[in-house]
Each structure stands twice: as C-alpha cells, then as structure tokens.
C-alpha cells in the first residue's frame, strides 16, 4: 500500500474521530479505511489507535505520530502549492548557458523583451565557448549553434546563424580586399580555438570554393577576436547576429558578400520533455517566436 496515503488516511481517522466518517470524506470505503491504519501500524510496530465499538482514541505512540505526520503533511502540502504556482507562471531564476558570441546587441534586445514579458522570471545567463553537461552543471537549459546535434540531447531548431568573414577598413587598405574565395588564402585569419575551420567552403555564383584560413592568432573569445580585427590584425569569421551593428555602422567591412560561408542551426537544448518547466517553455517558445520574425 502507498506509505503517503496511508499518512492521509490515518490523520483523517483521528481529525473525523471514526473510520466511518473518514472513510465518507476519503470517498472509500471503511474496510480500506482499517486497512491503511493497520498498515501503518504493522510497518511501525506499534499501536496507533484504541477501538471500541462506540469509542477511537490515540494511543500514546499514536498520538506522537499523529503531530509529526501532521507537520510533514502540512510541509508536503505547500511544497505541492509552490511548485503548482511555478508551474501556471514561470518564475524563478533560468539558469542558461551560451556561446560567447551570443554578448550581441539583436540577442540582448531579446531578453529586454523576454523580461518585460516574464518579469518574475530572473534569466542567470553563462556565455562560455564549451561543452556543458546540463545536469551536472544545473543548467535548466542551453542554446548551441551546431550542424550535427547530439542524438542523445532534446533539442527544438530555433534558426540558422550564417557565419560571415568581415575585416577593419585599415587591414583592408593595408593588405586589399579578398574578391574571390581563392583570395582568403593570401590574408591573415583570426580564427576560434573551439572550431576547426583552417578551411571553409564559399559557395557562389560561379560555384564552390575551399577557402584556406591561415592563423596569425587563435583565441576562444569572440569579442577578443573582434578587438583584433578592429586593432587590424586580421580577418576573421564571425556570426552575423554578432556583427551586423558592426557592419551597418561601418567599423568593419563585410567581405565576399555574394559568397555563403557555413551556417550552423541554434538549437535550444534541454534535459527533459515531460517535466519541463514552465520558465523553460515559455523562453524556448518567446526565442522561436523572436527569431522566427527576424532575418538570419
């Protein structure tokens, strides 16, 4: 028998004074009543109740157990209310890990409006350029650009990000302006120390073309990488969420703008289907929303 619902059961009894009465407000019957009460005795050793015909009291062990079952019922009963509360509106701290390259201002105006949506939710965002075990590291979820997710993960597609090569107007005047994806080959690249991209596939108008990215620097920081490029060390790939203010403002050049560099998917990655979290729907659901409205 379930230890919970006989606890239920036998606080009933003693709150109803007969097994009769609690039986009714229990919606069961009276024998099932007994039986739960007798279970818990059986399982304790001791005797809880004195049954007459006409008379039901607590006996001294009955009674202790009796104020203790009470208070962790209680206890129980309003974890159960908590949790209910969380679960109709999402509150609480979403704890979020995410590529560096997500510090953007089209990703920051994102949560702007996340929060002004869900202010009762605080968002506990980690960017950080590796690999995550959500459950280890208590995560409630992750966002992860990639072109093969896991099979082992859950994951929902948000959007692709396309990565696009970009240089300072000063290392351009320095050193010219690649035309053609064979041009790459002849410049210095700035490239991240989490991927491997020593080369790149450019597909255009007249084809497809492996461009050779020669490093003058590695680094696992993004916005490192994009001080280089603006101190004109070199060039360097970068997601367009992170660089199109960049570009629009003129700080950096876009190069090859007719050639399509590789553009993995941002997937939102979690740890279960079944018991997920209201916090975590509605931010997976608001950014599916968001960037389905907005231009890769």
Same mark, same amino acid.
């Given at each position: 028998? !379930? ?7 036998? %606080? ?42 006409? /008379? ?22 309003? =974890?159960?209310? =908590? ?22 201002? %089209? ?12 202010? !009762? @939710? ?12 959500? @459950? ?29 090569? @970009? ?18 080959? %002849? /410049? ?11 080369? #790149? ?27 280089? #490029? /603006? =101190? ?12 199109? /203010? ?14 399509? =560099? ?18 975590? %729907? ?15």
């Amino acid at each position: 028998m !379930d230890a919970l619902t006989s606890l239920r059961v036998f %606080r009933e009894v003693v709150e109803a004074g007969s097994f009769v009465k609690a039986a009714e407000r229990l919606d069961i019957s009276t024998a099932m009543t007994s039986k739960h009460v007798a279970n818990l005795e059986r399982q304790l050793g001791v005797r809880l109740l004195n049954r007459t015909t006409r /008379h039901l009291s607590l006996t001294e062990a009955g009674s202790v157990y009796y104020e203790q079952c009470s208070e962790a019922l209680d206890i129980l009963k309003a =974890a159960e209310a =908590a949790v209910g509360v969380q679960t109709a509106q999402p509150q609480g701290v979403l704890k979020v890990t995410a590529p560096g390259w997500f510090a953007n201002r %089209r990703f920051a105006d994102m949560l702007v409006a996340y929060q002004a949506r869900y202010p !009762d @939710v605080l968002v506990d965002l980690r960017l950080e350029n590796r690999f995550v075990d959500l @459950v280890e590291e208590g995560y409630d979820m992750a966002l992860r650009a990639t072109s093969e997710p896991s099979p082992s993960l859950i994951v929902r597609p948000l959007c692709k990000t396309p990565f696009v090569l @970009v240089g300072s107007r000063a290392y351009l005047d320095r050193h010219g302006e690649p035309r053609h994806p064979d041009d790459v080959a %002849r /410049h210095r690249l700035i490239l991240p120390t989490y991927t491997n991209i020593e080369s #790149v596939t450019l597909t255009g108008p007249d084809g497809a073309f492996i461009a050779k990215n020669h490093a003058v620097l590695k680094t696992n920081d993004s916005s490192m990488a994009l001080q280089l #490029v /603006h =101190a004109g060390m070199g060039l360097a790939y970068f997601p367009l969420w992170m660089i199109d /203010h960049e570009v629009a403002s003129g700080a950096v050049v876009r190069l090859l703008p007719d050639y399509a =560099a590789f553009a993995p998917s941002v997937y939102a990655v979690y740890t279960s289907r079944k018991y997920m979290t209201t916090k975590v %729907r509605t931010f997976i659901d608001f950014l599916s929303e968001t960037l389905g409205d907005q231009p890769n």
